[in-house]
Nanobody
Framework: QVQLVESGGGLVQAGGSLRLSCAAS????????MGWFRQAPGKEREFVAA????????YYADSVKGRFTISRDNAKNTVYLQMNSLSPEDTAPYYC?????????????????WGQGTQVTVSS
């Protein structure tokens, strides 16, 4: 049974930082592209970042480029999202997801497995 468990969310002031983690089990982690998504209330799920199977390639939404960094540790079956210079517009639950396709994709519809999400709230 595949499980993705996010952690690290919380309340932070604008300009602050958070580091999200997503621990995976029940799958061969290094066979999956990993992605982070978020979904603000009343909005569609939004691509944030993705990382290739080996970690050699990363992809970001324009809205987070230069502020967020995605990374992975295949030995620990964990993917991370370092978030800096946070703004209230970044407030949302954040979800990690696993995609069995060979290349990273930004559409949430193609990802195979999802975590339950971790809430990030940025106060102004």
């Amino acid at each position: 049974q595949v499980q993705l468990v996010e952690s690290g969310g919380g309340l932070v002031q604008a300009g602050g930082s958070l580091r999200l983690s997503c621990a995976a089990s029940g799958l061969i982690f290094s066979n999956y592209v990993m992605g982070w998504f978020r979904q603000a209330p009343g909005k569609e799920r939004e691509f944030v970042a993705a990382i290739s199977r080996t970690g050699g390639n990363t992809y970001y939404a324009d809205s987070v480029k230069g502020r967020f960094t995605i990374s992975r540790d295949n030995a620990k079956n964990t993917v991370y999202l370092q978030m800096n210079s946070l703004s209230p517009e970044d407030t949302a639950p954040y979800y990690c997801a696993a995609d069995s396709a060979p290349r990273a994709r930004s559409s949430w519809r193609v990802y195979d497995y999802w975590g339950q999400g971790t809430q990030v709230t940025v106060s102004s």
